[in-house]
Antibody, heavy 121, light 107 residues
């Protein structure tokens, strides 16, 4: 079955960077775009961007432009998100979520289990 | 940016009752709206996409309706596992945005 397994929790200091991974299995990794969504503690969901694992092309929400980079390694079916210049309000659970369809229709299914990133001095 | 407003913020109901959740968009999103369920401590799960299409494996008690700016998620008869937070999401315009969520709690 389709499965997305994310890396473990991280604790970072303000100003540092964090890189979270998302390993895909059960489908052709290069066939579906991968999205990243975050959720601050007790808050709602916020879309950050997507990567096309086939081309490496990306689209980022303007809010994160200049601080976020999404990459992939097709040899190990893994997508990555790196966020730099971390602030306390970046504390959140970061989810990867596959696009529902190969043509890229921007619905999210399935989701990874989430990675908690805590930014604290 | 399209703002999605969900109401009510909290819905207190008993098992077996009908739940009606609302999502209103700040501008038309056509039928490009989805609903997700998030149980405590879990990742969200896609329930409905394109306003009214159930995702794979989603029970028939979940249904979606609406177009333009007003959308509804209906749960015909609440099961114990349906008590959760529900989010709507639009894909009509960039950036993709979510509503603030409706919590369905046990009365």
């Amino acid at each position: 079955q389709v499965q997305l397994v994310q890396s473990g929790a991280e604790v970072k200091k303000p100003g540092a960077s964090v890189k979270v991974s998302c390993k895909a299995s059960g489908y052709t990794f290069t066939g579906y775009c991968m999205h990243w969504v975050r959720q601050a503690p007790g808050q709602g969901l916020e879309w950050m961007g997507w990567i096309n694992p086939n081309s490496g092309g990306t689209k980022y929400a303007q809010k994160f432009q200049g601080r976020v980079t999404m990459t992939r390694d097709t040899s190990i079916s893994t997508a990555y998100i790196e966020l730099t210049r971390l602030r306390s309000d970046d504390t959140a659970v970061y989810y990867c979520a596959r696009d529902l369809d190969q043509v890229g229709i921007n619905w999210f299914d399935p989701w990874g289990q989430g990675t908690l990133v805590t930014v604290s001095s | 940016e399209i703002l999605l407003t969900q109401s009510p913020a909290t819905l207190s109901l008993s098992p077996g009752e009908r739940a009606t959740l609302s999502c209103r968009a700040s501008q038309s999103v056509s039928s490009y709206l989805a609903w997700y369920q998030q149980r405590p401590g879990q990742a969200p799960r896609l329930l409905i996409y394109d306003a009214s299409n159930r995702a794979t494996g989603i029970p028939a008690r979940f249904s979606g309706s609406g177009s333009g700016t007003d959308f509804t998620l209906t749960i015909s008869s609440l099961e114990p596992e349906d008590f959760a937070v529900y989010y709507c999401q639009q894909r009509s315009n960039w950036p993709l945005t979510f509503g603030g969520g409706t919590k369905v709690e046990i009365k």
